[in-house]
């Protein structure tokens, strides 16, 4: 018994010891020869995420046709090397090793940030400079990584959005609400700090449970206190019922919401009289971008009308700063590639302006303030 | 004042759905000593009922008209009683007799076996009601009170009045009173046992779903999940009262309603929890068979 186990687990062993020559062999034939750029593309293209990772592939897949179609960079053309990191620490390592090892020029990609904390490293290690659209979470810029930039903005960003809008409208006294998760109490963390800084006063600092319907109570004392603004920084299933009872309550003041309540269902959910008015403070998606109209229905064209994900955009503005960065350093070696994105000054793209400060984060943050009208979201500014 | 009106109206729409759901756990843990934690799922089905017959029977925005929404209710009491008198017959009555902990188990297995047939139904989203009601009502001392929230507490209100006329003035609430005093007895005095056990769950389980549908349709969203909290609480309120009385089921929810909502209004609302529970087990402590428990204790 014991024996067969172990000619078993030898037959599986030189099995699999084939099968990964042959992936290494293809592979090396499929790389970049002379004339090519080999770009990789790190995404969660398996698993529960993997809607969001294919919607930022093809964003860049596109982005990479656009280049090619006009030219290519430095005389050469961009080639895209896609590894799965399937939303997961483990297979993030194992897929950035891979894209080391197939010599990649630099990497374009990382949505959670769970993933894209180990990948980073896995990157900075080889010296390739990575381009992070999606993930945003404030433990990546605190790496430290030279190779590493984030064209999303951070948690602090959208505080301060919201806190800024508010001080323009005059509103000082400010409650905040968040649902007792991480992520939202982390955002009214930040707007405390952000709102008191611009000259404003927290007036009540509360917490929801998101589990319940009836927040009656906690709006009646809010009620009381005549805010100028709220700020609910809850997901949506909440954010929509505050909304409402809000609304039949009376209460004073503008409502915000963050971007875990940037969804349709909010409307649906406040129902669309209650919910007019209502501001989110988000990263804007293709289709409330000024300027990126040709974006989408390029977009709907190549990919059966199909509408761009929530990350798309940023995706193809990432591929656009990487073709750029190379062309000004006229060159593909890392280190002239890494300096070149690093002195990235005001690069026009879609809805973003893109410079990056000391800790290779956005300089101006590309959160914007939405408001819904007449039942639909609208750029507010 | 007006503050103080508002949070006693808001603390009453929410002890309202907390006594109706109480109910169905006393009935029954009253009558078969059973804790039925499937029974804030009954509430959760119930919601869905009635949102699915809305939405078959085309109510809109404008409501659909008062009668047509007291019909729904009805008729999703109905239907969703029958289901709790099935789930009675199918998962509790062959494990009467067995010990309590097995029925103990199983009601939590017919607890995920509804949350998640549920969520295969209708799906993991939250849905929406297809109604809006009106925001219309009147001020009373300062503080708004809509028709609505009216209407909630009165409907609410009737069906515990008729509740406590069934138990103490009929002949099948007598046989309910008197299974819980003993049910050898009973069966020997040749009272049919299952068919009224089998009655004490449609009742639970439609006064459950009466308290789903209007709260479908007050707060607007529904959701495969949304018995589990409100069930822990209702369940609280029954212990509050005194598990097994009837009007302490009703007592417990007003007042935990009352106790959450003075909570929020006083220490704000990461506290509410605290205070509701550090005030039950206070008065646990100083009256461990609940307000109004007396009974429970003599039937031990």
Same mark, same amino acid.
């Given at each position: 018994?014991?024996?067969?186990?172990?000619?078993?687990?030898?037959?599986?062993?030189?099995?699999?010891?084939? %099968?990964?020559?042959?992936?290494?062999? =293809?592979?090396?034939?499929?790389?970049?020869?002379?004339?090519?750029?080999?770009?990789?593309?790190?995404?969660?293209?398996?698993?529960?995420?993997?809607?969001?990772?294919?919607?930022?592939?093809?964003?860049?897949?596109?982005?990479? #046709?656009?280049?090619?179609?006009?030219?290519? %960079?430095?005389?050469?053309?961009?080639?895209?090397?896609?590894?799965?990191?399937?939303?997961?620490?483990?297979?993030?390592?194992?897929?950035?090793?891979?894209?080391?090892?197939?010599?990649?020029?630099?990497?374009?990609?990382?949505?959670?940030?769970?993933?894209?904390?180990?990948?980073?490293?896995?990157?900075?290690?080889?010296?390739?400079?990575?381009?992070?659209?999606?993930?945003?979470?404030?433990?990546?810029?605190?790496?430290?990584?030279?190779?590493?930039?984030?064209?999303?903005?951070?948690?602090?960003?959208?505080?301060?959005?919201?806190?800024?809008?508010?001080?323009?409208?005059?509103?000082?006294?400010?409650?905040?609400?968040?649902?007792?998760?991480?992520?939202?109490?982390?955002?009214?963390?930040?707007?405390?700090?952000?709102?008191?800084?611009?000259?404003?006063?927290? +007036?009540?600092?509360?917490?929801?449970?998101?589990?319940?319907?009836?927040?009656?109570?906690?709006?009646?004392?809010?009620?009381?206190?005549?805010?100028?603004?709220?700020?609910?920084?809850?997901?949506?299933?909440?954010?929509?019922?505050?909304?409402?009872?809000?609304?039949?309550?009376?209460?004073? =003041?503008?409502?915000?919401?963050?971007?875990?309540?940037?969804?349709?269902?909010?409307?649906?959910?406040?129902?669309?009289?209650? @919910?007019?008015?209502?501001?989110?403070?988000?990263?804007?998606?293709?289709?409330?971008?000024?300027?990126?109209?040709?974006?989408?229905?390029?977009? #709907?064209?190549?990919?059966?009308?199909?509408?761009?994900?929530?990350?798309?955009?940023?995706?193809?503005? !990432?591929?656009?700063?990487?073709?750029?960065?190379?062309?000004?350093?006229? &060159?593909?070696?890392?280190?002239?590639?890494?300096?070149?994105?690093?002195?990235?000054?005001?690069?026009?793209?879609?809805?973003?302006?893109?410079?990056?400060?000391?800790?290779?984060?956005?300089?101006?943050?590309?959160?914007?303030?939405?408001?819904? *009208?007449?039942?639909?979201?609208?750029?507010?500014? | 004042?007006?503050?103080?009106?508002?949070? /006693?109206?808001?603390?009453?729409?929410?002890?309202?759905?907390? &006594?109706?759901?109480?109910?169905?756990?006393?009935?029954?843990?009253?009558?078969?000593?059973?804790?039925?934690?499937?029974?804030?799922?009954?509430?959760?089905?119930?919601?869905?009922?009635?949102?699915?017959?809305?939405?078959?029977?085309?109510?809109?925005?404008?409501?659909?008209?008062? $009668?047509?929404?007291?019909?729904?209710?009805?008729?999703?009491?109905?239907?969703?009683?029958?289901?709790?008198?099935?789930?009675?017959?199918?998962?509790?009555?062959?494990?009467?007799?067995?010990?309590?902990?097995? +029925?103990?188990?199983? @009601?939590?297995?017919?607890?995920?076996?509804?949350?998640?047939? &549920?969520?295969?139904?209708?799906?993991?989203?939250?849905?929406?009601?297809? /109604?809006?009601?009106?925001?219309?009502?009147?001020?009373?001392?300062?503080?708004?009170?809509?028709?609505?929230?009216?209407?909630?507490?009165? +409907?609410? !209100?009737?069906?515990?009045?008729?509740?406590?006329?069934?138990?103490?003035?009929?002949?099948?609430?007598?046989?309910?009173? @008197?299974?819980?005093?003993?049910? *050898?007895?009973?069966?020997?005095?040749?009272?049919?046992?299952?068919?009224?056990?089998?009655?004490?769950?449609?009742?639970?389980?439609?006064?459950?779903?009466?308290?789903?549908? $209007?709260?479908?349709?007050?707060?607007?969203?529904?959701?495969?999940?949304?018995?589990?909290?409100?069930?822990?609480?209702?369940?609280?309120? !029954?212990?509050?009262?005194?598990?097994?009385?009837?009007?302490? @089921?009703?007592? =417990?929810?007003?007042?935990?309603?009352?106790?959450?909502?003075?909570? *929020?209004?006083?220490?704000?609302?990461?506290?509410?929890?605290?205070?509701?529970?550090?005030?039950?087990?206070?008065?646990?402590?100083?009256?461990?068979?609940?307000? $109004?428990?007396?009974?429970?204790?003599?039937?031990?």
């Amino acid at each position: 018994m014991k024996k067969w186990g172990s000619v078993i687990v030898a037959a599986m062993l030189t099995l699999t010891l084939t %099968v990964a020559g042959c992936a290494n062999q =293809g592979s090396s034939t499929g790389g970049a020869d002379a004339s090519e750029i080999l770009v990789g593309v790190i995404l969660p293209v398996t698993g529960n995420n993997a809607t969001d990772g294919k919607d930022m592939q093809n964003a860049i897949e596109m982005a990479v #046709k656009k280049i090619n179609d006009s030219g290519g %960079v430095v005389g050469k053309k961009l080639k895209v090397e896609v590894a799965d990191d399937g939303c997961d620490p483990q297979m993030a390592t194992t897929a950035a090793n891979k894209l080391v090892s197939q010599n990649v020029v630099a990497v374009v990609g990382g949505y959670c940030s769970g993933a894209t904390l180990p990948s980073s490293g896995v990157f900075k290690n080889a010296n390739i400079p990575m381009i992070v659209p999606a993930a945003n979470s404030a433990k990546l810029p605190a790496q430290g990584y030279d190779t590493l930039f984030l064209i999303n903005g951070l948690t602090p960003d959208q505080a301060q959005t919201a806190a800024d809008y508010m001080a323009a409208n005059q509103a000082k006294k400010v409650v905040l609400i968040h649902d007792n998760s991480a992520y939202a109490k982390d955002l009214a963390d930040f707007a405390k700090a952000s709102v008191e800084k611009s000259g404003g006063t927290v +007036i009540a600092y509360e917490a929801i449970n998101p589990e319940e319907k009836d927040f009656s109570a906690l709006v009646t004392k809010i009620k009381g206190l005549q805010p100028d603004a709220t700020y609910f920084t809850g997901y949506y299933a909440a954010g929509g019922l505050m909304v409402k009872q809000f609304k039949q309550k009376g209460v004073s =003041g503008l409502f915000f919401a963050g971007d875990g309540s940037f969804s349709e269902d909010v409307i649906k959910i406040a129902g669309a009289d209650n @919910a007019e008015g209502l501001l989110i403070t988000a990263t804007p998606t293709a289709e409330f971008i000024e300027g990126a109209e040709a974006f989408t229905s390029d977009y #709907k064209q190549t990919y059966n009308n199909l509408a761009p994900g929530p990350f798309s955009a940023l995706s193809y503005n !990432a591929v656009n700063l990487l073709a750029d960065a190379i062309g000004r350093a006229n &060159s593909t070696d890392r280190d002239a590639i890494k300096k070149a994105i690093k002195e990235t000054k005001d690069f026009k793209a879609l809805g973003q302006t893109i410079s990056f400060n000391a800790q290779n984060t956005l300089d101006n943050s590309n959160f914007a303030v939405l408001k819904v *009208t007449g039942g639909k979201f609208t750029l507010a500014k | 004042m007006d503050i103080l009106v508002q949070t /006693l109206a808001d603390g009453l729409v929410i002890g309202a759905f907390y &006594s109706l759901i109480a109910l169905g756990y006393t009935m029954v843990f009253g009558i078969i000593k059973l804790l039925n934690f499937a029974h804030g799922d009954l509430y959760m089905l119930g919601a869905f009922v009635g949102y699915t017959l809305l939405s078959v029977l085309g109510g809109d925005s404008s409501g659909g008209g008062l $009668m047509g929404i007291l019909i729904v209710l009805l008729l999703t009491m109905v239907i969703v009683g029958v289901i709790g008198m099935g789930i009675e017959r199918v998962a509790y009555r062959p494990l009467l007799l067995a010990p309590r902990l097995s +029925i103990l188990i199983t @009601a939590i297995g017919v607890s995920l076996f509804l949350e998640n047939g &549920s969520m295969i139904v209708w799906g993991a989203q939250y849905q929406v009601y297809p /109604l809006q009601l009106s925001h219309d009502g009147i001020s009373l001392l300062g503080a708004k009170i809509t028709y609505v929230q009216i209407g909630l507490v009165f +409907i609410s !209100a009737l069906l515990m009045l008729g509740l406590h006329l069934f138990i103490n003035r009929s002949l099948y609430g007598k046989a309910m009173r @008197a299974i819980a005093l003993d049910q *050898t007895a009973c069966h020997l005095m040749g009272i049919h046992v299952h068919k009224v056990i089998g009655l004490t769950f449609f009742i639970g389980a439609s006064l459950a779903a009466g308290a789903g549908t $209007m709260a479908g349709a007050y707060y607007g969203t529904v959701n495969f999940m949304m018995g589990f909290v409100i069930g822990l609480k209702a369940f609280t309120a !029954a212990v509050l009262g005194g598990i097994g009385s009837i009007p302490g @089921a009703m007592l =417990g929810g007003l007042l935990l309603g009352m106790m959450e909502t003075a909570g *929020t209004f006083i220490f704000g609302g990461s506290w509410k929890d605290v205070v509701a529970f550090s005030l039950l087990i206070m008065i646990l402590v100083l009256k461990p068979t609940g307000i $109004m428990g007396e009974k429970v204790t003599e039937r031990m």
